[in-house]
Each structure stands twice: as structure tokens, then as C-alpha cells.
């Protein structure tokens, strides 16, 4: 079995900073990248940024182009763990931020979603 688990999200005020974690964790063979997307309310889920294993210590990271410059993504290998610092927060930035893992349980490859975490941004 396969847990996913954010955690980070707040309340911050427009121009303010945030940063997420995500950590997968349980029976995994193999983690092949990581991903963060958001809802926000009566919107599709979109999707934030991604880093994905290439293999040895190469990685490949991307952002939708409504985020970068602003968000950056990393990893703790040693902890199946990513993180996404949030930066110059906008207000239409409210949403759930949700974390998937793409991984190897040793069944097969799949995608795992987390619960998410709340990212209210004020004006």
C-alpha cells in the first residue's frame, strides 16, 4: 500500500511565500517522479510543476508557464519527498494543492494522488 501526503498550506497574504511537501511512502519499488497540481474552486485541475527521475542522480523538472520564475521544485531522495516554495503569491493562487507520485509498487507503474493541501492567498 501506497500513502501520499502533503502538507505545507496555509494562509498567506498576496506577494507571500509558501512551501509545500509532498512524501510518498509504503510499499515502493520504484519512484519515477513526482508532480503538483491544483484545484482551485469551480476550475479544473491544472497542472503546477513536476520532477521526474532519469535515472542515477539526473532529474528533469517543469512548470507551468503561469508559475515559473516563481515556483521551484526539489527533492530529498532519501526521503521519497518533494517540495514546491511558492513564491510572490497571487490571490487567484487559492486552491487545493494536490501531489502525485508516479511509482513502481513492484505491480506495475501508477499514479497515486495525496488528500492536498489548502493554499489560500489574500488580497
Known amino acids: 500500500q501506497v500513502q501520499v501526503v502533503e502538507s505545507g498550506g496555509g494562509l498567506v497574504q498576496a506577494g507571500g511565500s509558501l512551501r509545500l511537501s509532498c512524501a510518498a511512502s509504503g510499499r515502493i519499488f520504484r519512484l519515477y517522479g513526482m508532480a503538483w497540481f491544483r484545484q482551485a474552486p469551480g476550475k479544473e485541475r491544472e497542472f503546477v510543476s513536476s520532477?521526474?527521475?532519469?535515472?542515477?542522480?539526473?532529474?528533469?523538472?517543469e512548470y507551468a508557464d503561469s508559475v515559473k520564475g516563481r515556483f521551484a521544485i526539489s527533492r530529498d531522495d532519501t526521503k521519497n519527498t518533494v517540495y514546491l516554495q511558492m513564491s510572490s503569491l497571487k490571490p487567484e493562487e487559492t486552491a487545493v494543492y494536490y501531489c502525485?507520485?508516479?511509482?513502481?509498487?513492484?505491480?506495475?507503474?501508477?499514479?497515486?494522488w495525496g488528500q492536498g493541501t489548502q493554499v489560500t492567498v489574500s488580497s
Open positions: 520532477i521526474t527521475w532519469n535515472g542515477g542522480i539526473k532529474y528533469t523538472t
Open positions: 502525485k507520485a508516479d511509482l513502481d509498487t513492484g505491480a506495475g507503474t501508477e499514479g497515486y
